[in-house]
């Protein structure tokens, strides 16, 4: 049952569109008419500014750590309950309920949960790899899915569970779907 409760309030926190309202909110636009047209805290950087972006960020990396880092350290949901409550902020974002089931693409709600389970090395392995992975591939589909493999080889490196493995491949799954377009291009080095 408190693994239910927390996968509800992830999936409902993870929905709140917070990049859209902070556009309106800030800048009196909607974000979505800019850039790649995601509900996201890049679209609120291309409109409003990289403070603005970074704030919006910030926010939709919150709304998946919050509840994952309340379910497994305070309310201690672990193992196989853990993994819908993980996965469920990434598919809030994803197929927000607020947005005709249409959302974002869930990076930062996606670093936000993992940040919470893998803290305090997994956050530098997760951003250092989307950094690095940026600036080598011209995709940036690719290059998320690139930093995700990272991510994996350091949860085997650190000897997670099978649930742990199971709730990444859940993840992978998300994240391919809501970079579809990026990923049906073949993969291509940055040149410099």
């Known amino acids: 049952m408190l693994s239910l409760t927390w996968t509800l309030i992830g999936f409902l926190l993870g929905s709140l569109p917070l990049s859209v309202w902070l556009g309106r909110l800030a800048l009196r636009t909607d974000i979505r008419a800019y850039g790649d047209g995601n509900p ?3 679209n609120v950087a291309r409109a409003g500014g ?3 972006g970074l704030l919006a960020i910030i ?3 919150l709304k998946g750590a919050v509840p994952v880092a309340l379910a497994h350290y305070v309310f201690q ?3 196989w309950p853990l993994a819908p409550v993980v996965l469920a902020p990434i598919l809030g974002h994803a197929f927000s309920p607020l947005l005709g089931w249409r959302g974002g ?3 930062a709600s996606t670093f936000g949960v993992w940040t919470a389970l893998t803290v305090p090395f997994g956050p530098f392995v997760m951003g250092g790899s989307v950094f690095v992975f940026n600036k080598l591939l011209n995709t940036p589909g ?3 899915m690139a930093a995700l ?3 994996l080889a350091f949860l085997l490196l650190t000897g997670v569970t099978l649930p742990w493995v199971v709730t990444w491949i859940g993840t992978a799954a998300i994240l391919s779907w809501t970079h579809r377009a990026d990923l049906r291009q073949r993969p291509q080095r940055r040149r410099p």
């Open 40 to 42: 996201g805290g890049t």
């Open 50 to 52: 990289r403070g603005l």
């Open 59 to 61: 926010l939709d990396m």
């Open 77 to 79: 949901v672990d193992s």
């Open 105 to 107: 693409k869930a990076l």
């Open 142 to 144: 690719w290059a998320v």
């Open 149 to 151: 493999l990272t991510l």
